[in-house]
Structure formats: structure tokens, C-alpha cells
């Protein structure tokens, strides 16, 4: 009975996440609209709040002033910067609007004898834009050492990576929170801002494929895929490698890298050993094959996840534009694994023993036939939604939570595991990267860098890829890609709305081919390349970071040239 309950309470709750879901991005698209004054017989004064780098600016206090007194008339600018103040009958002859808010310079414009005029009679009066600059406090330079501090103990610390982001915002919020009894100056931002900061709908699709996939992982299906791979290379290790590519990259296009690897990789040693063979040579492989094969979907990598809910790029938009990219990639990654493991290759390895043979075929049973026959077709319908769900304009977080609920209701699992198989690791490191993310733009920093790489790049759409993709890479190097790509996300949307006549999509394409790719110039360059170090690690094979670097960096050099010459043919030749 106690179990029957969890399991009612569970669907209840992905029940609720569903329609909240569906509210957040309801909301969402009504914040974007222009606004809309119905009431013909009364007299509105509207205008809108930009920044220098005519970027609107959200949640800035106007307050209507006559004869330099309140008047108890006010507005908020919203989302998209507009801002509307309904007016009573008074109209002085000396009227003005304040601007205000923290980490901006309050800014006071006095209206014109013109406006004034207007606004005597019902109708709508506007300001037009006013631009209101930054104001750099001390809470600008409190954030910058913390986001550094954060940054540090995610790439030069064994720390994990959700406890680095965890420690970064609550500096932040305890700033914030503590700061204000000592000097306003010291305010980040407050709690709700923090929490409005985060993505849910990057939350909500992260949640949604791991359930799925728990499903899919539970039927043996990945099992039987890595033994189908040596079965069919015939024990040939060049044969071999390319195969568990292709597989690698295939299946990291549909489930989250870290994931991909966490099911391959230990079948794969397993297969090694059998083969006597060092582990390492197939596990490069197939890592490096995980982080490119994972850029041509939406789902394929954390990156991807957040550039298509920021930018609004659909399933198909990255299924069309960058697999050509990725084919291209990934068979320059292929010749050059084959050339860098020729020796190994031409010395082979041990055919494996019956024994041994059989049981690598016993551990690699498809375990649950009709729980795979049922996730095939909820995938299938995944899918499609993933595919038109632009045009239904359902989102894709929605799509996630509508299939893992499917599977658990039409599967009936253990709910129990299926909340354990849950990475809630992953989603805390997610929210409180949002977060820190969100203090960023708070204080203006995401501001200074886009101006920086606008003056660097001008009006040049060509140096614009080339400095994106490029940056990208060799900083994902050193710097785990995923908080890169969080930071970068607004610069790539300024410098969009800032190039004439580019492809709103292309820069964005070019960060996500330069933050997955890059991600194997090193061990810390993506996530699933510590996790495949930390699976060899436990089965005794040590992958250093120097060892990493020497396969890894070559790779990606190789990827992202050609990656990159993908998107000057799709861009700027056709």
C-alpha cells in the first residue's frame, strides 16, 4: 500500500510539473509582446528602457514626477523593456520620469511641450527609448571574484562541479542578503531574482530524458549494442573502434553524453580485456566520438540544451544545420585514431576465448523484449514532437515530461529507482549555475564582454563565427564547457542582434560546435570525459590529464576546423 502511494503521489507531481511547465512558457510568450493599451478613452504614456548596447532592460522603476514631485504614479518595465503608465486628468506644466534601479544610473528625462500637449487628451503617448547606463559597484567586483573563485574550484580543484556551482551561489546570495546592513552597494541580487534566473525548461528536459533513458537502460539495450559492435568487427580492432564510433556517436545524438559513456564504457573494458588489449585505445575513441556525435541534436549535449532555450533553435534546426558538420568531424576524428593507433592495430589483439565469449553474450541480453517495444514506440512519439513541436509551439521540456510519464505509467517500473536514477546532482550543479549566471548579468559583466567581442569582431560576420567557434574551443579547454556556454549565451545574442543581415541562428551554431568539440582538448574540457577517467580509473586503467591532452587536443583541432568549415559553407557560401 505504501508503494501503491508513492507511486500515485509521483504521477501527481510530474502531473503538476507538466502544467507548470506548460504555465512558464504560457508566460513567457505574453512577457515578450508588445504592449497593448484597450482603453481608447484614457491617456497612457508608454516608452521603453534600453542599455548602451540597445539591449532592453527588464524590472526598471519609472515613477512619474510634477513640479519634481511624486506623484505616486509608477510602472515596471517588463521583459522586452516597454513600460506603461496609465495618467489621471492632471497634467502639469512640468512633468518628468525617473529611472531606477540597482546597478544602473538613475536617470531623470523631463517631458516635452509637445508630450505634454498630447497628453490632455485620451491617447497614447510614447518617450520613445531611453537609454540608461550602467553603474559598476562594489557588488560588480564581489561578483567577478566569486564567479573566478567558482570557476577555479570547478577546473583546478577535485571538487565536484554541482558542490563548486553550490558554493558560488550562496556566496553570492549571502552577500546579498548580509550585505545590505553595511552599504547598499553590496547587493547582488535578492532570492527571487536568483530563482528567475534558472531555466526550467533546461531543468525540466534534463529531468525528463534521464527518466527515459533510466527506462531504455534498465531493457539491456546498450549491452547488446557494444557486444553486436564486436560481433561485427570480428574481433578486427580497427574495424572495431570505427563501429563503437559510430555507435557512441548515434546513440550520444539522442542521450546525454555523460550517460552514453556510462553505459559503453563498461562493456567496452570488458571487451578489452577479452581482446587483451589495453582499454584505453577503444575508450578514447569513443569518448571523443561522444562529444562530437552528441552536437547534432538538441538532446545530444548539456551545451546544445542550453543554447536551444536561449536562442529558441529548434530539434530540427539542429538536426539539419549542424549534422553535415558532424559526419565531417567525425570521420576526420576516425583517420585520425586509426593513424595514431596504427601499431596496436596492425599488432591486434587476442582472439577471445569461448568462454570468454560467452560470457560477454550473457551479460548482453536484451533483459525486458516488451519494455524496449514500448520505449521504441514513446520514443518514436518523442521524436516527432521533438521534431514539430516547434510549429505546435510545445516545448521541449513538456515533450521530456510527457514521455517519461508515458513510460511509467505504460511500463509500471519501480518508481522508487526510477527517482534514484534521477542525476539530481547534475540538476542542483544546473540551478545554481543559473544562478551565478544570473548575477552576471545583474551586475553588468555578460554587458562589458559582449562590447569587448563587438569591437574585436564589427560588423564581420565571418570574423564573428571565427572568433566564437574558435573561443569557444580552446577556453572549453581549460574551462568546463557548460558554465562557459551559460556565460557566453548573451554575448553570441548581442552580437547577433548587433551584425547586419546574419542568420540569427549562426552564431549560436558556431558556440555549440566550438563548446562540444572543444570539450576534448582535455580531461576537464566536458563532463563526460571525467566520468570515462573515472570508469577506466576503477577498473584499474589510469587516464592522466597530460595522457588526455596528447589524444584529445590533436582531435580537437581536427573536429573543429572541419566543423567550422561546415558553417562557412552553410552560412556565408550558401
Excluded at 514631485?69 to 495618467?87: H, K, M, N
Excluded at 564567479?147 to 556551482?165: K, S
Excluded at 569461448?354 to 551479460?363: N, S, T, V, Y
Aim: charged share 15%; net charge negative; with cysteine.
Amino acid at each position: 500500500m505504501k508503494i501503491a502511494c508513492c507511486k500515485y503521489r509521483f504521477f501527481w507531481l510530474l502531473s503538476i510539473v507538466f502544467v507548470l511547465a506548460g504555465l512558464v512558457s504560457c508566460s513567457a510568450a505574453i512577457d515578450d509582446r508588445p504592449p497593448i493599451v484597450r482603453d481608447k478613452d484614457k491617456t497612457v504614456l508608454i516608452g521603453r528602457a534600453i542599455n548602451a548596447q540597445n539591449m532592453p532592460i527588464d524590472r526598471l522603476q519609472i515613477s512619474l514626477l510634477a513640479e519634481e514631485q511624486p506623484t505616486g504614479l509608477s510602472a515596471r518595465t517588463r521583459a522586452d523593456g516597454w513600460f506603461v503608465i496609465e495618467l489621471d486628468e492632471t497634467i502639469d506644466s512640468h512633468m518628468s520620469l525617473t529611472f531606477s534601479r540597482r546597478h544602473y544610473r538613475t536617470e531623470n528625462i523631463t517631458l516635452t511641450l509637445e508630450q505634454l500637449e498630447a497628453l490632455k487628451a485620451p491617447g497614447v503617448v510614447s518617450v520613445g527609448s531611453v537609454v540608461i547606463e550602467r553603474q559598476r559597484t562594489a557588488a560588480f567586483w564581489i561578483t567577478i571574484i566569486i564567479f573566478l573563485f567558482m570557476m577555479v574550484l570547478i577546473g583546478a580543484t577535485p571538487m565536484h562541479n554541482a558542490l563548486a556551482a553550490l558554493v558560488g551561489a550562496s556566496l553570492l546570495l549571502a552577500t546579498s542578503a548580509l550585505g545590505h546592513l553595511f552599504s547598499d552597494s553590496l547587493i547582488v541580487f535578492g532570492f527571487n531574482q536568483a530563482v528567475a534566473a534558472v531555466d526550467w525548461n533546461v531543468i525540466f528536459l534534463i529531468m525528463g530524458m534521464m527518466i527515459v533513458i533510466a527506462v531504455i537502460e534498465g531493457t539491456g539495450l546498450f549491452r547488446w549494442l557494444a557486444f553486436f559492435a564486436y560481433k561485427t568487427s570480428g574481433g578486427r580492432l580497427g574495424k572495431l573502434m570505427v563501429i563503437l564510433m559510430v555507435l557512441t556517436a548515434v546513440s550520444s545524438a539522442f542521450l546525454d553524453n555523460v550517460t552514453t559513456m556510462l553505459l559503453m564504457a563498461p562493456i567496452t573494458i570488458r571487451i578489452a580485456l577479452a581482446l587483451d588489449i589495453d582499454p584505453l585505445i577503444l575508450l578514447f575513441p569513443e569518448v571523443l566520438a561522444s562529444n562530437v556525435g552528441g552536437l547534432a541534436t538538441m538532446v545530444g549535449t548539456p551545451t546544445n540544451i542550453l543554447i536551444a532555450s536561449y536562442s529558441g533553435i529548434s530539434f530540427s534546426g539542429f538536426l539539419i544545420n549542424l549534422s553535415p558538420g558532424v559526419f565531417l568531424a567525425l570521420g576526420g576524428i576516425a583517420v585520425y585514431i586509426l593513424l595514431r593507433y596504427r601499431k596496436q592495430i596492425e599488432a591486434g589483439g587476442t582472439e577471445a576465448s569461448p568462454e570468454l565469449l560467452e560470457r560477454l553474450k550473457q551479460g548482453a541480453v536484451i533483459d525486458e523484449p516488451i519494455h524496449l517495444k514500448k520505449a521504441g514506440w514513446v520514443g518514436l512519439g518523442m521524436l516527432i514532437l521533438f521534431l514539430v513541436g516547434e510549429h505546435l509551439q510545445v516545448p521541449p521540456a513538456v515533450i521530456a515530461l510527457m514521455g517519461a510519464t508515458s513510460l511509467l505509467v505504460w511500463i509500471k517500473p519501480n518508481v522508487e529507482e526510477m527517482i534514484e536514477a534521477v542525476d539530481w546532482t547534475t540538476l542542483v550543479f544546473f540551478i545554481t549555475l543559473f544562478m551565478v549566471i544570473g548575477a552576471l548579468q545583474e551586475v553588468g559583466l555578460i554587458d562589458l564582454l559582449a562590447v569587448g567581442v563587438s569591437y574585436l569582431v564589427g560588423d564581420s560576420q565571418f570574423l564573428a563565427m571565427l572568433v566564437i567557434t574558435w573561443l569557444a574551443a580552446l577556453i572549453s579547454t581549460v574551462i568546463p564547457n557548460i558554465p562557459f556556454t551559460a556565460t557566453m549565451l548573451p554575448v553570441v545574442g548581442y552580437l547577433t542582434a548587433s551584425i547586419p543581415g546574419i542568420d540569427p541562428h549562426c552564431l549560436f551554431f558556431c558556440l555549440a560546435v566550438g563548446a562540444a568539440m572543444g570539450g576534448n582538448g582535455s580531461l576537464i574540457g566536458a563532463s563526460a570525459n571525467l566520468v570515462t577517467a573515472g570508469i577506466a580509473e576503477r577498473a584499474g586503467y589510469s587516464i592522466t590529464f597530460a595522457h588526455f591532452f596528447k589524444v584529445g587536443f590533436p582531435a580537437l583541432l581536427i573536429s573543429v576546423s572541419l566543423g567550422f568549415l561546415w558553417l562557412l559553407i552553410r552560412y556565408l557560401v550558401f
